[in-house]
C-alpha cells in the first residue's frame, strides 16, 4: 500500500500548528505572576477544565491504540470509561473539597501538610522522573504513526523536534490559559476526526453501521470480556476493571498533570463540574474509538487486499523465527505422517520480520521475496514457489488473503499482535479523501500535544513551587539577574524562572523522544514507567486521605521499596533474566502489575507505620483526612504563622 497523503493535508497540518502557536502568542502578554502562568489566576470555569482533562488523558497513543485494541477484544475496551466512573464519589466527594480548600499550588503540597518535607520532596522528584520518560514517549508516538500515515522514508528525529519545538513554544508563552484552550480545540479536532473516520467506513460499506454490528458479533467481538477469573488473561473483567480503576485514581489524584486543572478552578464546586464532564466526555469519547476500532475490523476483514501484506504474512510461530531454504539449512527430522526423513523447517535463515526497518512486500520486491524463500504460505509453512501465485493477473494487485492464516470457526484473518495499533494512520493514508486524512492526522498529533503541554507546564510548575520557592533553589541567581534582594523577590520575579525552565524541560523531553526512539517497544516502556511509579504514589495519597495511622517515614519506605517491588513485578514478565525469581508456576499478566504494586504499598506502609514515625493527633490531621473535620478546612484555633517571606511555603506542622 502506498500513502496518498496529499499536498492539501499537509497543508491543514501545518496550519494547525501554526495556529497552536498562534494561541501561545495570544496569551503571552497576559502572564503576570507565576499564579497565573500555572493556575490561571484560579479562573478558568468548569467547561473547559472539563474538555481540557479529557484531552490530557488521551495521548496519541490511546487515539490510535483504544480503537486498535477494540479491533482486538471489542467492547471489552469499554470497561476504561466505567472505572472513570467509579472514581467519581471518591474524586468529587473526597479530594477535590480537600485540595481546593487548601488552596493548593501543588499537589505533593497536600503530603507536606499530611506528612512531611521530606515526603513531598520524595514524591515529586518520583513525578517528574515519571512524567519526563512518559513526555518522551508521547512525543514519540504521533511521529511513528505520521511515519506509517505519510509512507516517508525518513529519520524519526525531525519529526521528534518539530513536534517538541511547536508544543514548548506554544506552553512557553503562553502558560496555563494558553495549555487549557489548546486543549479544548484539540479535544474538538479529536472528536470531529473519529466521526470522519465512522462516517468513511460507513461509505465503504454496503450495510453502513449494520454490517459493522453484523461482523462484530460474527468475530465475537461484542463481549464485555472474559467474566472467569484469570491471572493470565489481559481481557478477565475483574483484572482489567480494578486495573483501570486503580491507574485513574493515581491519575486523578496524584498526578499533578490532573490535579493542576482542579486547582486551576474558580471553586471547589466548578473542579467537581469539571470532572464530572470529564467522566462523561471520556465515555462518549471511548464508545466513538470502540466503534472506530468495530469499523476497522469490517473493512479490513472485508477488504483483505487493503491490509499491509507484513501484517499477516508468516505469522505461524513455530516457523515464523526461521525459513526452509535450503543452502542455509542443515538440521533434518522426521516427517510424522510419511515417516521420511526431511529439512527442518525451524532452521535457517530469518523469515521476513514486521518491522519497517526490514524490506517490505509489495508488487516491486514480491519476486526477489519468493525467490530468497522469505514469505510461506499460511496452511502448510513452505515457501511460496512462485511470485504468481501472490499476484492478481486480471488487476495487477498483490493478493494479501493468499498471505493470511484465517481462524476455522469465523473465517477471520488472523493479523500479528502488533498490527491494530498501525490499522488507523494506515487507513487514514490509504482511504480517505483529500483534506480528510489531514484532519486525521491533525486529530492524532492534537490527542499528543494536549499531553505534551500539560506535561512541561506541571513539571515546570513543581521545579518551582516544590524545589525554588520552598527551599530557595535558584532563588540567589533569580536575585542577581533582576539586581534584587532575595527577600525582595514575588511571584512575578519569579515568571523569569518558570518561562526559560519551560524551555529546558520540553528539551530534555524532545531528547528523551528521540533516545526511545532508538529502542525497541517504546510502548512497553511507557507503560513500566506508569505501571512502577503511579501505584505508590497512589498508595501515599490513599494512606493520607483515609488513615489517620500513617507516617511520614512510612510513605518514604513506601516510596522506595513500593517502587522496587512494582518494577521487580513488572520486570519478571518483561525480562528473561528476571524470571527466576518469581516463585509460582503461574506467571500474572501486565495488567496485574498496578493491583498488586497498590495493595503491597498500601500494605507496607499502613504496618509499617506501627512501627516507624509519629502519628500525628488528631487535631493536627483536622481537614486533612476523610471524616476528620471539614476537608479542606484546618482548626480554627491553630495559631497563624507568619513568614518574613511571602514565598516561602509552610513545613509539614504549619499551614496556611
Avoid at 105 to 133: G, H
Avoid at 472 to 484: H, T, V
Wanted: some cysteine; aromatic content about 10%.
Amino acid at each position: 500500500m502506498f500513502a496518498v497523503v496529499s499536498a492539501v493535508d499537509y497543508g491543514i497540518l501545518l496550519g494547525y500548528l501554526a495556529l497552536m502557536v498562534l494561541l501561545g502568542l495570544y496569551f503571552a502578554g497576559k502572564q503576570t505572576s507565576t499564579d497565573e502562568y500555572f493556575l490561571g489566576s484560579r479562573s478558568f470555569s468548569w467547561m473547559p477544565l472539563g474538555v481540557s482533562l479529557l484531552a490530557t488523558l488521551l495521548s496519541a497513543l490511546s487515539y490510535t491504540g483504544f480503537p486498535g485494541q477494540a479491533y482486538q477484544v471489542g467492547l471489552a475496551i469499554l470497561l476504561m470509561p466505567l472505572a472513570v466512573w467509579l472514581t467519581f464519589p471518591i474524586i468529587a466527594g473526597v479530594v477535590l473539597p480537600i485540595y481546593r480548600g487548601l488552596s493548593l499550588s501543588s499537589v505533593y503540597e497536600y503530603l507536606e501538610y499530611r506528612f512531611d518535607s521530606r515526603v513531598r520532596v520524595v514524591a515529586s522528584l518520583l513525578f517528574i522522573a515519571w512524567r519526563m520518560l512518559w513526555l518522551g514517549g508521547v512525543i514519540f508516538a504521533p511521529c511513528k504513526l505520521l511515519l506509517i500515515a505519510t509512507g516517508w522514508n525518513i529519520p524519526d528525529w525531525p519529526l521528534l523536534v518539530t513536534l517538541g519545538i511547536v508544543t514548548t513554544i506554544y506552553t512557553f508563552l503562553g502558560g496555563m490559559k494558553a495549555v487549557i484552550w489548546t486543549d479544548v480545540i484539540q479535544a474538538v479536532v479529536m472528536f470531529i476526526g473519529t466521526l470522519v473516520i465512522i462516517v468513511s467506513v460507513w461509505m465503504t460499506l454496503d450495510g453502513g453501521t449494520q454490517e459493522v454490528m453484523k461482523t462484530a458479533a460474527k468475530m465475537g467481538r461484542l463481549s464485555l470480556g472474559e467474566f472467569q477469573f484469570s491471572w493470565t488473561n489481559r481481557w478477565c473483567v475483574w483484572g482489567f476493571l480494578l486495573h483501570y480503576f486503580l491507574a485513574m485514581l493515581s491519575f486523578y489524584i496524584a498526578d499533578q498533570i490532573t490535579a493542576q486543572r482542579f486547582l486551576s478552578s474558580r471553586s471547589t464546586e466548578h473542579s467537581q463540574r469539571s470532572f464530572l464532564l470529564n467522566c462523561f466526555g471520556v465515555s462518549l469519547l471511548m464508545c466513538l474509538l470502540t466503534y472506530v476500532g468495530l469499523c476497522l475490523l469490517t473493512f479490513y476483514q472485508t477488504h483483505p487486499r487493503a491490509m499491509r501484506p507484513e501484517w499477516v504474512a508468516n505469522l505461524d510461530t513455530i516457523t515464523q523465527q526461521s525459513i526452509t531454504r535450503e543452502e542455509t539449512r542443515t538440521a533434518r527430522r522426521t516427517n510424522r505422517v510419511t515417516g521420511e526423513e526431511e529439512l527442518d523447517p525451524t532452521s535457517g535463515t530469518p523469515l521476513l520480520p514486521f518491522r519497517r526497518s526490514e524490506k517490505s512486500i509489495a508488487l516491486d520486491t514480491i519476486d526477489e521475496l519468493v525467490s530468497e524463500q522469505r514469505i510461506l504460505m499460511p496452511n502448510d509453512k513452505r515457501p511460496f514457489a512462485s511470485a504468481d501465485e501472490l499476484v492478481d493477473s486480471s488487476t495487477g494487485e498483490l493478493m494479501v488473503e493468499q498471505l493470511a492464516m484465517r481462524k476455522p470457526s469465523t473465517g477471520e484473518i488472523i493479523v500479528h499482535r502488533q498490527a491494530p495499533e498501525e490499522m488507523l494512520p494506515q487507513y487514514v493514508s490509504d482511504q480517505l479523501a483529500m483534506g480528510a486524512a489531514g484532519l486525521i492526522l491533525a486529530a492524532i498529533l492534537a490527542a499528543s500535544m494536549s499531553s505534551i503541554d500539560s506535561g512541561l507546564n506541571s513539571i515546570c510548575s513543581l521545579l518551582v513551587l516544590d524545589f525554588h520557592r520552598r527551599y530557595g533553589i535558584g532563588r540567589s541567581w533569580l536575585a542577581r539577574r533582576l539586581q534584587k534582594e532575595e527577600a525582595d523577590l514575588n511571584e512575578a520575579d519569579e515568571l523569569l524562572l518558570a518561562q526559560p525552565l519551560t524551555l529546558v524541560i520540553g528539551v530534555g523531553a524532545t531528547l528523551a523522544a528521540i533516545v526511545l526512539s532508538q529502542m525497541n517497544e517504546v510502548f512497553s516502556i511507557m507503560i513500566a514507567v506508569v505501571n512502577t511509579l503511579g501505584a505508590p504514589l497512589l498508595a501515599v495519597f490513599l494512606l493520607g486521605m483515609f488513615t489517620r495511622r500513617a507516617t511520614g517515614t512510612s510513605m518514604l519506605l513506601v516510596m522506595t521499596v513500593g517502587t522496587l517491588f512494582t518494577l521487580w513485578l513488572m520486570g519478571v514478565n518483561q525480562w528473561p533474566w528476571l524470571a527466576w525469581t518469581w516463585p509460582f508456576a503461574t506467571r500474572l499478566d501486565d495488567i496485574w502489575t498496578v493491583t498488586f504494586g497498590t495493595i503491597f504499598s498500601l500494605l507496607l506502609g499502613y504496618l509499617s507505620s506501627f512501627v516507624v514515625g509519629q502519628t500525628k493527633s488528631k487535631t493536627d490531621l483536622r481537614g486533612l483526612v476523610f471524616r476528620v473535620g471539614t476537608p479542606g478546612v484546618r482548626a480554627v484555633d491553630e495559631e497563624m504563622i507568619v513568614l518574613e517571606n511571602p514565598l516561602a511555603e509552610p513545613s509539614g506542622d504549619r499551614w496556611k
